[in-house]
């Protein structure tokens, strides 16, 4: 997305939103936001998903991240025409999730049309390599999830395969998610594009086992 000037006096403008230092609220996430339970959506993208969910599950905390601050400052734009109480944003890179969160500290992991980084030498970029794989594990609770929705059959195989080789439990599965409906689950701006040219949605969740 090209630059905008708007965007980092928007972001440095909300503190109240826009957590500028996640790595000095590790472990307590559930008692700044007052809730029970925490789902984080790692690159959020323009945020309408964050957004939604944030709406369709008031009683849970909402903690979108996005490295691109440019993108970022457009979810957080749309986030501002009705703010709500449950929701932080971290415009930072999902490589620094182990200082941001403690150990079974959240609940839900919500990887949304990640990018694939189709070049093998570029797979540690991928969300659901190995490496974040084992940061994920070890901040989700005993019972937490992993939910990936994705166009990317090749980034769902390869997710699929990850995940089987390490400690996690797949729990659902689909190779055309729209095909029913799914209101507790808001649609991505990715998956409404793929929607409209009637490509099929993968969706995945998987369970850690605790080992
Ligand atoms: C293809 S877009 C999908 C956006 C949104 N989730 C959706 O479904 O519409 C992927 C987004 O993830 C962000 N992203 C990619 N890698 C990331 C990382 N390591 N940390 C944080 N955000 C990342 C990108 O900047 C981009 O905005």
Redesign the pocket.
């Known amino acids: 997305?090209r630059k905008k000037t708007w965007a980092l006096p928007l972001l440095q403008s909300h503190p109240d939103i826009v957590v500028e230092h996640p790595e000095q609220l590790c472990g307590q996430w559930k008692e700044l936001l007052g809730v029970n339970e925490i789902s984080v959506?790692?690159?959020?993208?323009?945020?309408?998903?964050w957004i939604s969910m944030a709406k369709k599950h008031p009683e849970r905390g909402w903690i979108a991240?996005?490295?691109?601050y440019n993108?970022?400052a457009v979810a957080l734009r749309k986030m501002l025409e009705h703010p709500l109480r449950n929701m932080r944003l971290i415009v930072?890179?999902?490589?620094g999730f182990d200082q941001w969160f403690s150990e079974g500290e959240i609940d839900v992991i919500?990887?949304?049309?990640?990018?694939?980084w189709p070049k093998k030498g570029h797979s540690k970029?991928r969300?659901s390599h190995g490496e974040?794989l084992t940061s994920y594990h070890r901040a989700l609770a005993a019972d937490g999830e992993i939910r990936m929705?994705t166009d990317n059959s090749q980034l769902f195989e390869f997710t699929c395969v990850s995940m089987a080789q390490h400690p996690w439990k797949l729990m659902e599965m689909s190779v055309d998610f729209r095909r029913d409906e799914h209101p507790e689950d808001a649609i991505?701006?990715?998956?409404?594009?793929f929607m409209d040219l009637n490509m099929p949605i993968y969706r995945g969740v998987w369970r850690k086992i605790n080992e």
């Open positions: 997305m959506e790692i690159g959020c993208g323009k945020g309408d998903y991240i996005e490295k691109d993108v970022a930072g890179d999902a490589k919500h990887l949304n049309f990640s990018d694939p970029r969300l974040f929705k991505t701006e990715y998956e409404q594009r």
